[in-house]
């Protein structure tokens, strides 16, 4: 399996506007996440799914973020408008979950966010 | 609440010198699991090792060893003979085995650097 996918890797844009980030998990896994890395608040969870359903989006920072999963391989993280706090790298990272007996999350590469 | 805390903040030693991570938790849970992850310079999140609160053996693997202590609270990691690839940053992570409860807390990491 390649792992999980994330694009794009880098992204630059400018405030106001809209980022969208992009991640296909490991083929079976029945969890997604979303985190966000940076220097000031470390990694942070901003949403999860389970079967393709977001059970905790309690992490998302507010409105301007939202978060879609329409089928098993695919899910977008996207901010409108954007703004320069959000400048940080976005991971994306999937799991089988604790039900089958594994319970370790395997990430993307990452999506590093410039907004300026 | 859970928390995952790393007090050593970044470490330096010499090739080959033996070194040790720390990780303290706190979790009200009796049924939990703990996790280390390493952040190469490339960025990218590389899960090390899951144990779950009913199994307190140690685990040893390559130069790499693990020491789980339900009484402290705490699950150090041990690189032995360490080397320059070893660099990174060592995150530990914690999630509670709440029903449905699949997400990870990570601590603020341990910025190891190896000096050749």
């Known amino acids: 399996d390649a792992g999980v996918i994330q694009s794009p890797r880098h992204e630059v844009t400018e405030m106001g506007q809209e980022v969208t980030l992009r991640c296909k998990p490991i083929?079976?896994?029945?969890?997604l996440f979303w985190y966000r890395q940076t220097m000031m608040r470390g990694l942070e969870l901003l949403i999860y799914f389970n079967n393709n359903v977001p059970i905790d989006d309690s992490g998302m920072p507010e409105d301007r973020f939202s978060a879609k999963m329409p089928n098993a391989s695919f899910s977008t993280l996207k901010i409108q408008p954007s703004e320069p706090r959000d400048s940080a790298v976005y991971f994306c990272?999937?799991?089988?979950?604790?039900?089958?007996?594994?319970?370790?999350?395997?990430f993307g590469q990452g999506t590093r966010l410039t907004v300026v | 609440a859970q928390k995952v805390t790393q007090a050593q903040t970044e470490i330096s030693v010499v090739e080959k010198e033996d070194v040790t991570l720390d990780c303290v938790y706190e979790?009200?849970?009796?049924?939990?699991?703990l996790f280390w992850y390493k952040q190469p310079p490339s960025g990218e999140l590389v899960f090390l090792i899951r144990?779950?609160?009913?199994?307190?053996q140690n685990e040893i693997s390559g130069r790499y060893s693990w020491n789980f202590q339900k009484s402290t609270s705490s699950f150090n990691f041990t690189i032995t003979a360490s080397q320059v690839v070893d660099s990174a940053v060592y995150f530990c992570?914690?999630?509670?085995?709440?029903?449905?409860?699949?997400?990870?807390?990570f601590g603020t990491g341990t910025r190891l650097t190896i000096i050749p």
């Open positions: 979790t009200r849970d009796t049924t939990y699991y």
């Open positions: 144990r779950n609160s009913f199994d307190e």
């Open positions: 990272a999937s799991s089988l979950g604790r039900s089958l007996g594994n319970t370790e999350a395997f």
């Open positions: 083929s079976g896994h029945d969890y």
């Open positions: 992570a914690l999630s509670e085995a709440n029903f449905g409860n699949e997400k990870l807390t």
